[in-house]
């Protein structure tokens, strides 16, 4: 009996582990794939606070945000 508990809590332990790095690995990658916030969201984010951003100032925001990456 007291061999059974060990073997289920080790298991549930290695489960947590290994659930926690893949999970993980699948959401590092699929931000990698699909950033959240893209030049566009920017600049329609920027025209609803009532002003019209250049590229320039859409690519220095871009640069900034992919900073603190």
Known sequence: MGQLILYLVIGLLIGIVIGFFGAR??????????PPINEKMIEVMMSSMGRKPSQKQVKQVM?????YK
């Open 25 to 34: 690995f699948i959401i590092k990658k699929q931000m990698d794939k699909s």
């Open 63 to 67: 640069q900034q945000m992919n900073r």
